[in-house]
């Protein structure tokens, strides 16, 4: 069986030295026969694709994205005005991107976590706090009013350290949260088993966890039944104002709208402006084969669970259930690769290097399942801002509104983005309207070469931080200074 060695003092090594350790045999053999493709979206319930548009129209209200946010903002516009005329285009199928890939943990918070909240908006952070909690419980509700299918799990999410000097952040956090339930090292293994495990929190109540695409796909049917009209492989291409509508410009006619709600996220906005506000960054994860009954009581997962870890490159886990009723694990995370140029591009989406780390990783962090395989292997295109959390924009005199910048946050955060870009459409003054996380935009990042060369120096800030537990070097204290840091 692998052993994970460790460092003269004791600590566990560093994850970017697990691979060696493992060995490329052990590797090779756990990726034999994988299937490079989400596993989310080869579901059998995939809904058929729509037809596209062709020809003209007009409505009330243009919906740009099938995501995630695209979705909520068509849903909750007929939940608020059922004989608004609502128009949703999506340039592939409904799901298939960020929306279908994520690791389905769907979060209340809004801003990455209340440390990063508190840096960037120390003034709202506790009423965002508060907005977020509304906002998942209304995720539920939606899902539980409609009968969605998603595979909803309220069983929270357990945060473990897996160096000795991260449970004194752990007693931190517990000691600021009472509905932490705090664990050593012993009662952590009582639920997942682990020798890397130093200790953990178990949040029951911040998180839940869906099946993404099945959500997206839940989602679509909902906005179906209410009246929204739907148009799959209908990119929208250009965006031209007239004295009182917006016109938008598809491969094979065009859609005239009072406004218009932009939800293309890490894909290019139709308002140009925006281009240097985000950044895609492509995230990866394995999913398991299903696992036998042995294996999981040599790993002892009782609780349906989500599982991350407290470093900067994180990990996350959590497991998922056939429709035959066998039980996976999902493990993603840790490398975000950016490449140069801006681009989302399918190639992106298969990075074995990263996978070969991922699939090493488990195996260090889950010795007893040596010889496990990873069924599957996937990609996808995260929209990334400088402040890790959504923004907003308004242009046309408020007739378009923009939102995007959700850095791994949209499972949940894209319906209170929604209801943020239909309050502005709607010209009045609200609560959400005035918020400074609405008003406030993230600093851009540089054009190229610059922005590539600024990740790249970011990513290794935070690998040579993780290696020195915690302690962040000049590089990322500048950018910390600047507005442009990360502390989730």
Partial sequence: MSSIPATS???????????????????????????????????????AALPSLEGNLTTDLLVVGGGYCGLWTA????????????????????????????????????????????????????????????????????????????????????????????????????????ELVAMDASHVRTHIDSPLFEGGNWDRHGTV???????????????????????????????????????????????????????????????????????????????TEPLTAAQRQFIGWKENM?????????HYSRPTIDEDGGWRLLYGGYDAIYHYGREVKPQYDRHDATFRKLAAHFLGTFPQLEGIKFSHAWGGAIDTCSRFFAFFDTSHSGRVAYCAGFTGLGVGATRFGARVMLDLLSGSKTELTELEMARKKPLPFPPEPAAWLGVKLMTHGLVQADRNEGRRGPFLRAMDAVGMGFDS
């Fill in 209 to 287: 966890l869906v099946h993404p695409a099945k959500l997206a796909w839940g989602l679509r049917r909902v906005c179906l039944n209410l009246g929204v009209r739907i148009f799959e492989h209908t990119k929208g291409e250009e965006l031209i104002s007239t004295s009182t509508e917006i016109r938008v410009r598809t491969g094979a006619g065009h859609i005239t709208a009072r406004s218009v709600a932009l939800a293309t996220n890490a894909f290019p906005s139709l308002l140009k402006r925006h281009r240097l506000h985000t950044i895609p960054v492509f995230d990866y994860a394995l999913m």
């Fill in 75 to 178: 849903l909750l516009a007929k939940e608020e005005n059922p004989d608004r005329e609502v128009v949703l285009i999506e340039g592939q199928t409904v799901g298939w991107a960020a929306s279908g890939r994520n690791g389905g943990f769907c979060e209340a918070s809004l801003v990455h976590g209340e440390s990063n909240g508190e840096k960037h908006l120390p003034g709202e952070n506790q009423r965002l706090a508060e907005l977020g909690a509304e906002n998942l419980a209304g995720i539920i509700g939606t899902v539980k009013k409609y009968d969605i299918d998603c595979d909803l799990v309220e069983s929270g999410v357990l945060t473990v350290a897996t160096e000795k000097h991260q449970v004194q952040w752990l007693k931190e956090e517990a000691a600021q949260d009472p």
């Fill in 306 to 314: 989500g599982l991350a870890d407290m470093n900067n490159r994180f």
């Fill in 9 to 47: 003092n004791g600590f566990p090594v560093s994850y970017d030295r697990i691979e060696a350790s493992i060995g490329k045999p052990a590797i090779d053999a756990s990726l034999d026969g994988t299937t490079y493709a989400p596993y989310w979206l080869r579901h059998p319930d995939r809904p």
